[in-house]
């Protein structure tokens, strides 16, 4: 079968990998000159199943509310006039209770955990080298009442085979000893063992490569201008280059996979938000962390990538809107000297920015469309990387007309 595959960030290339393996003629295009070149580039580095907490639920809306014009926040929803956005924030306050946050939690880790088992067993068979780590996540908190609750959460989390324990600081720095200058003042911390972390944009890079030795095609510098669809079926994809003839389409376009779909009547309740990382090179000098770890109040994680320390957060709704804000990406840094005040060297820092792919609900969403042959393998927000290998696991199953190993009746666009 004749498969495109719309898109080559992590999430398309991996979708390409399982493809390919199923013996389909894969095409990918993309409009960028080589894979992993946006959301993909300079993500968190993160593998982290323990951070399947849904951004829609009644703690973190009362955060949100509270962050409302504060250039700070963590959070920062910024209205607009875009009917999308709206849209979005509806159906994002319709998740925001109890109940459907333990739901949402519940699907984005079964995704999460599947995809983990997913990619181990891809780089056992590809040995990819991207500066990989096993060591787990810490999660560390200074409020005490933000790590009561996420300590109910770890409890949950735990009981749904995800392990995501409380550790003594003690045992915290045992783990990671970066953490003794910030000790005194953290409330506690929750440790997560079989979480990784390593370099997103290497391993895309890499898979990359895998990909064209598998007789994958590659179309870069290539705009997507319209999906051809025929009586409800797709027959190709229209390109600034020209037609791409296909008998299935997989859209893995990211924050931009509703602007694709729109014209076919799709509504993708997809909305990109907004995030910075910071990339400080480590020399022997530095007392920088090698465990990755996330501050959860900060929404900031960290990743140690060979000589290199990858801090990246915050997110904002300011639609598509990719320009590096000084402020906001100095805000990262300032979170990363407070935390690990020794961590790098801050006069060499790389910034960086890139949009998100987020679902009102957190979760993404795979698999068929209304139109026979197209599929959807989007909205994966802050988690791409975590859910790469499941998803594309997933829709390889789906378009050979088999059963996923997990179940995936409430993962499609149909829940909205």
Same mark, same amino acid.
């Given at each position: ?214 007789? +994958?095609?590659?179309?870069? #510098? *290539?705009? &997507? ?6 009586? /409800? ?5 229209? @390109? ?122 957190? +979760?993404?969403?795979?698999? #068929? *469309?209304? &139109? ?6 989007? /909205? ?5 990387? @975590? ?30």
């Amino acid at each position: 079968m004749r498969v495109c595959v719309l898109g080559a960030g992590v999430i398309g290339v991996t979708t390409a990998y399982f493809l390919a393996q199923e013996g389909h003629e894969v095409t990918v295009i993309d409009r960028a000159p080589s894979v992993g070149l946006e959301t993909s580039f300079a993500n968190g580095g993160q593998i982290s199943v323990s951070h399947s907490d849904p951004w829609a639920s009644p703690q973190n809306l009362r955060k949100v509310l509270r962050w409302l014009g504060d250039p700070d926040a963590p959070l920062a929803f910024k209205f607009s006039a875009d009917p999308a956005l709206w849209r979005w924030l509806g159906l994002f306050l319709r998740n925001c209770t109890s109940h459907r946050a333990v739901i949402n939690a519940e699907r984005m880790l079964r995704v999460a955990q599947y995809s983990q088992a997913i990619r181990n067993q891809l780089i056992a068979d590809t040995d990819l080298e991207h500066n990989q780590q096993s060591s787990g996540i810490l999660h560390v908190y200074r409020d005490p009442t933000s790590y009561d609750e996420a300590v109910m959460r770890a409890e949950r989390t735990t009981e749904l085979g995800c392990k995501r324990v409380p550790v003594s600081i003690p045992q915290a720095l045992e783990i990671e000893p970066a953490l003794s200058d910030v000790a005194p003042d953290l409330a506690g911390v929750i440790y997560a063992p079989d979480d990784q972390s390593g370099d997103a944009h290497q391993f895309t890079d890499q898979l990359g490569a895998v990909c064209r030795q598998a007789g +994958v095609a590659f179309q870069f #510098e *290539t705009t &997507i201008e319209r999906i051809d669809v025929d009586n /409800g079926r797709v027959r190709g994809v229209i @390109t600034d280059k020209g037609r791409v003839d296909a008998d299935a389409i997989v859209v893995a376009l990211g924050s931009y996979a509703p602007l694709i779909l729109k014209p076919l009547g799709i509504r993708l309740p997809v909305y990109p938000a907004k995030g910075y990382s910071v990339t400080l090179p480590v020399g022997e000098d530095h007392i920088a962390p090698t465990t990755a770890l996330i501050d959860d109040e900060h929404k900031i994680v960290y990743s140690r990538l060979g000589n290199r320390l990858r801090a990246a957060g915050l997110a904002e709704t300011v639609g598509y809107d990719t320009n590096i804000h000084e402020a906001r990406a100095k805000l990262v840094l300032k979170h990363v000297l407070n935390l690990f005040p020794h961590a790098g060297d801050a006069s060499d820092v790389e910034y960086w920015t890139g949009l998100r792919p987020q679902t009102p609900d957190s +979760v993404p969403i795979l698999g #068929e *469309t209304p &139109i026979r042959g197209l599929y959807l393998n989007a /909205g994966h927000g802050t988690l791409g990387w @975590t859910m790469a290998a499941g998803s594309g696991r997933i829709i390889a199953d789906i378009i050979a007309e088999r059963s996923p190993e997990i179940d995936t009746s409430d993962l499609g666009l149909a829940r909205f």
